[in-house]
């Protein structure tokens, strides 16, 4: 987030270039009305709530403003979104957004954008820095963005460096709460983290919507609905002299534990014999060496498979939102809650087998019998046979009164689980594992973040209840 921003540009008088007719664009009667920016100002500065039939201020969650019929004549606007429409777009997918944008309308010589351009730089932002008291810049970022069905942009707060002010020009048809792609603000915790949704503005023809960037101007456009209808809007930044950010908040990583102390026998319980030879472990990490991921097909015997699947469905099951809202949304079952087969199931992935059996599908060293890096140095790299071991007594009791000690934790893994080298007081290495069972529905997601730790682990990922799926996404 401490990216520096793209050079803004001076803004330019419409009409101004050889072969572009000239346009003009005048705002609404907001600008003109002294007493009412008096107002705003004083609603704004001590965080109270105006309601005007021009404009509105609104403390809560964060301080923002809405203007509808922010574009005094009819026909500049409905020239302005045809304009706009006629731009090229590029689509953008990532994690965080799905949607549309033009490139950047700083210097557009398309004649209703640059009007905007001009009349956003020449009168709003005097109005806009008296009515927030911030010194904003003579210049802004701008650009049109379109978004269609399903499209959608995840919780964020805008945060970069010089950011003071957003805006949002909705050029819509006529919108309403069901056709999605509303403005959803958060409301934060003690750690500046986002809770929940609050407030959600839905998009309006010629209104616009301007906020406070700050720690804790998290906010959201919902994912579109309607299939039919574009939802298009013009936005960007106000830049001023840039505020004191608050530290980030670290969130504690999940709670790990060594493995429990089963044998062999428990792989043959769960998984598919194919699984199980050595010359298939073999060729499994030769693959896995060469990619760094792996998916293994009908790795459990059907019958457990369809065991887990029917359990899942079991209505006694807790379930809890997981968040904050800018780094993932989606629901964990509380263990002390399962049934007994998805308790066993845990048990199996918390197993010392199966951190053998990982072992020998990756090269990775995450049981003491698997070859280290200098095992494999001198030719002893073969993968250990998971059926011919136990561990000494003294490891088998320290696990189990690790385990014992934190029975049935809610965090271990049904459908994702690390594994990763732990220093112990004595400087040997203990493997261990941590994970989530967790429950995905749509709108539901994960997004990359500042705060997130790099360290070397394997992801282990196992889905129950996707069929289908496949299918699904080749036809999308």
Not at 131 to 142: A, G, H, N, S
């Amino acid at each position: 987030m401490g990216a520096k921003r793209r050079g803004a540009t001076t803004p330019v008088l419409a009409g101004k270039k050889r072969g572009k007719r000239q346009a003009l664009a005048e705002l609404g009667d907001i600008l003109r009305d002294t007493a009412l920016r008096e107002r705003a100002a004083e609603a704004w500065a001590h965080r109270e709530q105006l309601r005007h039939e021009v404009a509105a201020v609104e403390p809560a969650p964060f301080r923002h403003g809405v203007i509808p019929g922010f574009l005094a004549g009819a026909a500049f606007a409905e020239e302005l979104r045809d304009e706009l429409l006629g731009l090229d777009f590029r689509g953008r997918c990532n994690d965080l957004l799905s949607l549309r944008q033009s490139e950047e309308l700083g210097e557009s010589s398309e004649p209703h954008v640059a009007a905007l351009r001009h009349a956003l730089c020449e009168e709003f932002r005097p109005w806009l820095s008296a009515v927030t008291q911030i010194e904003l810049e003579p210049t802004i970022d701008i650009s049109c963005a379109k978004y269609e069905y399903t499209d959608v942009l995840l919780c964020h707060d805008d945060e970069l460096e010089g950011r003071r002010i957003a805006f949002i020009l909705y050029l819509v048809p006529p919108w309403e709460k069901r056709d999605g792609g509303t403005l959803d603000l958060y409301s934060t915790d003690e750690h500046f983290q986002p809770q929940q949704i609050v407030k959600s503005l839905v998009p309006s023809w010629n209104t616009l919507v301007f906020f406070e960037v700050s720690p804790v101007s998290f906010h959201q456009v919902s994912e579109v609905l309607s299939e039919k209808k574009c939802r298009l809007s013009v936005s960007g930044w106000f830049h001023g002299p840039s505020t004191v950010r608050s530290a980030r908040c670290i969130e504690a990583p999940l709670p790990r534990s060594p493995h429990i102390s089963y044998n062999h026998e428990i792989l043959y319980e769960w998984i598919s014999l194919v699984y199980l030879g050595m010359d298939s472990q073999a060729q499994i990490q030769e693959e896995f060496e060469e990619r760094s991921e792996i998916l293994l097909k009908d790795f459990l015997k059907k019958e457990k498979y369809q065991l887990l699947c029917e359990a899942l469905e079991n209505k006694d099951i807790r379930w809890s939102s997981q968040g904050p809202a800018n780094k993932r949304l989606y629901e964990t079952a509380e263990e002390d809650s399962l049934p007994d087969i998805l308790d066993k199931f845990l048990q199996f992935l918390r197993s010392e087998a199966l951190f053998l059996l990982l072992s020998n599908f990756t090269g990775l060293k995450l049981h003491f019998l698997a070859p280290s890096d200098e095992d494999e140095d001198a030719g002893e790299g073969k993968a250990t046979d998971t059926t011919r071991h136990s561990s000494p007594k003294p490891e088998q009791e320290e696990a189990e009164h690790y385990a014992d000690s934190k029975p049935h934790q809610p965090d271990q893994p049904d459908n994702v689980s690390e594994a990763q080298d732990s220093k112990t007081q004595n400087g040997s290495s203990t493997p261990v594992c941590a994970g989530e069972l967790r429950r995905w529905t749509h709108g539901h997601y994960t997004l990359v973040h500042d705060t997130q730790a790099t360290e070397f682990a394997l992801d282990l990922l196992f889905f129950c209840g996707c069929e289908g799926e496949e299918q699904r996404a080749k036809q999308l």
